[in-house]
C-alpha cells in the first residue's frame, strides 16, 4: 500500500541555518511526490512537487529530489529564514487522494 | 488568488449531536475532498467527490459521514452523530483534475472539531 513516514519534530533551527526534513515513502506504482507547507492559522498549501524519479521540485529556495532508490524525497534548504517557521508535510498521490506524513514542525529563531 | 474557505473554524459540539462542516472550493474545480488530522497524527484521506458523487472513500469514512454538494458552491461534511474521537482538524480540499498537471490540490485552512 501507500504511506510516508516523515522526521519526527519539532525542529528548531537558527536563521541562515541548513535545514533538511527527511521522508521516505511506499508506493504501489510510480506516485508523484508532494511537499506542502502549513503556515500558522492557514491551509495546506503546495510547496513543491515532482512527477517521476530524479526530478527535482524547488520554490522559495526550497528543493527535493525524487529518489526512487532509496524511495525518498527529503526536504532541504540552505539556509532558513523566520518567515520559514512553519509545519512541513510530505505526501504522495493515489488515484484520488493524497498520502501524508505526520508533518515536521520547523521553528527559526533569529 | 483564489483560494478554498471553510466554516466554521473552530465548531465544539457534544457527543450524539450532528455537525456539519462547511467548505466552498475554488470556482472552477471539479474535484472535492475531505481529510482530517486528529492531534499529532497524520493527515488522513476521508473522502473525494466527482460529478455530484463519492469517487473514492477511506475505511475512516462509514455510515456516520456524509458529503454533498447542495448548490454550486458549497460542499458539505456531515457527521450524523459523533463520537470523541472524532475531534480532529478537517480540511476540505479542491482540484481541477486528477491527471499529472491539474491534480494539484488546493486545501482550505481547516475546522477544527471538539467533541466533548
Known amino acids: 500500500g501507500n504511506s510516508v513516514t516523515q522526521m519526527e519534530g519539532p525542529v528548531t533551527l537558527s536563521e541562515e541555518a541548513f535545514l533538511t526534513i527527511n521522508c521516505t515513502y511506499t508506493?504501489?506504482?510510480?506516485?508523484?511526490l508532494f511537499w506542502y507547507v502549513q503556515y500558522p492559522g492557514e491551509g495546506l498549501q503546495l510547496l513543491l512537487k515532482?512527477?517521476?524519479?530524479?526530478d527535482k521540485g524547488s520554490n522559495k529556495g526550497f528543493e527535493a529530489t525524487y529518489r526512487k532508490e532509496t524511495t525518498s524525497f527529503h526536504l532541504e534548504k540552505g539556509s532558513v529564514q523566520v518567515s520559514d517557521s512553519a509545519v512541513y508535510f510530505c505526501?504522495?498521490?493515489?488515484?484520488?487522494?493524497?498520502?501524508f506524513g505526520t508533518g515536521t514542525r520547523l521553528t527559526v529563531i533569529p | 488568488e483564489p483560494e478554498v474557505t471553510q466554516t466554521p473554524s473552530h465548531q465544539v459540539t457534544q457527543m450524539g449531536q450532528e455537525v456539519i462542516l462547511r467548505c466552498v472550493p475554488i470556482?472552477?474545480?471539479?474535484?472535492f475532498y475531505w481529510y482530517r488530522q486528529i492531534l499529532g497524527q497524520k493527515v488522513e484521506f476521508l473522502v473525494s467527490?466527482?460529478?455530484?458523487?463519492?469517487?473514492?472513500k477511506s475505511e475512516i469514512f462509514d455510515d456516520q459521514f456524509s458529503v454533498e454538494r447542495p448548490d454550486g458552491s458549497n460542499f458539505t461534511l456531515k457527521i450524523r452523530s459523533t463520537k470523541l474521537e472524532d475531534s480532529a482538524m478537517y480540511f476540505c480540499?479542491?482540484?481541477?483534475?486528477?491527471?499529472?498537471?491539474?491534480?494539484?490540490?488546493?486545501f482550505g485552512p481547516g475546522t477544527r472539531l471538539t467533541v466533548t
Open positions: 480540499a479542491s482540484s481541477l483534475g486528477t491527471g499529472v498537471g491539474s491534480y494539484e490540490q488546493y
Open positions: 508506493a504501489t506504482g510510480y506516485p508523484s
Open positions: 515532482a512527477t517521476k524519479a530524479d
Open positions: 505526501a504522495l498521490n493515489g488515484a484520488n487522494n493524497l498520502f
Open positions: 470556482s472552477n474545480h471539479l474535484y
Open positions: 467527490f466527482y460529478n455530484n458523487e463519492i469517487s473514492e
